[in-house]
């Protein structure tokens, strides 16, 4: 069965350091993984996908996620945090050929403090 | 205007109570789904479409039906409300395997 792990439930940064927000991934085919952030009383906004190709993929707001096979890891990162960066954050797997159905993983609260 | 919109934002209801909360979309997508969030749970999928005529149960659909009225029009349904139906509840679309897009979510209070 797919399933999806974000082992930190909050991460705290200093406004100007990189950020890294974890997810570790299960799934038996190819794996569609996808990152989606969440502001207070907001729906869930795209921020970047894997598909296939580059194992790094930019996304939006100046983040990007590295696709790591081997450890199953698809990791949302940033050079330099900002304030207006604190949110929730959600990794979400899909398998090939499942059609569309993602599974997210519990969420990470990442706050940065000026 | 909003690409993905939900009605109502908010509800409050009792135990027992028939409720409907209703999605739509003007991006044109054919497939449509219904999750529910809970805290650190992250999202759960109810039911998804893929076409009108297409309707499948999610991870936890007991509890709820849909509708799917037409390509832009996609209804979830709790036929007699309980208490652990209290919730955020959201719809999205997408178009094949890319990204999905997220209405801005309903509020339920079961009491």
């Known amino acids: 069965a797919q399933s999806v792990a974000q082992p930190e439930d909050q991460v705290n940064v200093a406004e100007g350091n990189p950020l890294t927000v974890k997810c570790t991934y299960s799934v038996s085919g190819n794996p569609y993984l996808f990152w989606y952030v969440q502001y207070p009383n907001r729906g869930l906004q795209f921020l970047l996908k894997y598909i296939t190709g580059d194992n790094l993929v930019k996304g939006s707001y100046g983040f990007e996620a590295e696709f790591n096979k081997s450890q199953t890891s698809f990791h949302l990162k940033k050079p330099s945090a900002l304030v207006s960066d604190s949110a929730l954050y959600f990794c979400a797997v899909d398998q090939e050929n499942q059609g569309g159905k993602l599974i997210f993983g519990q969420g990470t609260e990442l706050s940065v403090k000026p | 205007d909003a690409d993905v919109t939900q009605t109502p934002r908010n509800r409050i209801t009792k135990t027992g109570k028939r409720i409907m909360l209703e999605c739509s979309q003007t991006k044109g997508h054919d497939r449509m789904y219904w999750y529910r969030q809970d805290p650190g749970l992250g999202l759960r999928l109810i039911y998804y479409s893929f076409d009108v005529k297409d309707i499948n149960k999610g991870e936890i659909s007991d509890g709820y039906s849909v509708s799917r009225q037409a390509q832009a029009k996609f209804s979830l349904s709790l036929e007699s409300a309980i208490p652990n139906q209290t919730a955020l509840y959201f719809c999205?679309?997408?178009?094949?395997?890319?990204?999905?897009?997220f209405g801005p979510g309903t509020r339920l209070t079961v009491l």
């Open positions: 999205a679309t997408s178009d094949n395997y890319n990204e999905q897009f």
